[in-house]
T-cell receptor, first 113, second 114 residues
Framework: AQSVTQPDIHITVSEGASLELRCNYS??????LFWYVQSPGQGLQLLLK??????LVQGIKGFEAEFKRSQSSFNLRKPSVHWSDAAEYFC???????????FGGGTRVLVKP | GAGVSQTPSNKVTEKGKYVELRCDPI?????LYWYRQSLGQGPEFLIY????????DSGLPNDRFFAVRPEGSVSTLKIQRTERGDSAVYLC????????????FGPGTRLTVL
């Protein structure tokens, strides 16, 4: 069975500070991994995805994520957050056999001025 | 349209009633997915369509839930005899094909069962 764990339910960060959101997955094969962001009243927007190759993936809005197979992790980072980054972030793993995404519980990010 | 659209954006109903939730996928996308997001949780898979057929409905919680996509485009999620526990945001997504193609999500329908 596959699962995705996001250990941090809430994170508060000051504007301009760095941000790191943790994601751990449990999956037997090479995973396809995604990070989505959900702003209030809006749908999920894809930030970035990892399929293979370079383990450091660049995404939109200045985000990046690093795949670490040895730690079963796919943490999301941003060097300097903006107030508009306040949202909920979801990590997901794609399972080829079922053609579906399995999401973590999400991390809500609050940005202090 | 430019993105996935869902109607209505909000639906309030009474316990025991029947509801239909509609999803218009991105034009040309062959795969369509339904997810349910309960308060404070991540989305959970319900069902996906490849074309007109439901390729995997293993996420539907019980037989009160049913979804159709008769012409391979618009899809309707139908819930019979609604229960308070059905209250959630129902998300629709579409992708160009199968595999790990990016799924593009709609804004969701917030269903409240009183």
């Amino acid at each position: 069975a596959q699962s995705v764990t996001q250990p941090d339910i809430h994170i508060t960060v000051s504007e301009g500070a760095s941000l790191e959101l943790r994601c751990n997955y449990s999956y037997g094969a090479t995973p396809y991994l995604f990070w989505y962001v959900q702003s209030p009243g809006q749908g999920l927007q894809l930030l970035l995805k990892y399929f293979s190759g370079d383990t450091l993936v660049q995404g939109i809005k200045g985000f990046e994520a690093e795949f670490k197979r040895s730690q079963s992790s796919f943490n999301l980072r941003k060097p300097s957050v903006h107030w508009s980054d306040a949202a909920e972030y979801f990590c997901a793993v794609y399972k080829a056999a079922g053609n579906k995404l399995t999401f973590g519980g999400g991390t809500r990010v609050l940005v202090k001025p | 349209g430019a993105g996935v659209s869902q109607t209505p954006s909000n639906k309030v109903t009474e316990k025991g009633k029947y509801v239909e939730l509609r999803c218009d996928p991105i034009s040309g996308h062959t795969a369509l997915y339904w997810y349910r997001q309960s308060l404070g949780q991540g989305p959970e898979f319900l069902i996906y369509f490849q074309g007109t057929g439901a390729a995997d409905d293993s996420g539907l919680p019980n037989d009160r839930f049913f979804a159709v996509r008769p012409e391979g485009s618009v899809s309707t999620l139908k819930i019979q005899r609604t229960e308070r526990g059905d209250s959630a945001v129902y998300l629709c997504a579409s992708s160009q094909g199968l595999g790990a193609d990016t799924q593009y999500f709609g804004p969701g329908t917030r269903l409240t069962v009183l």
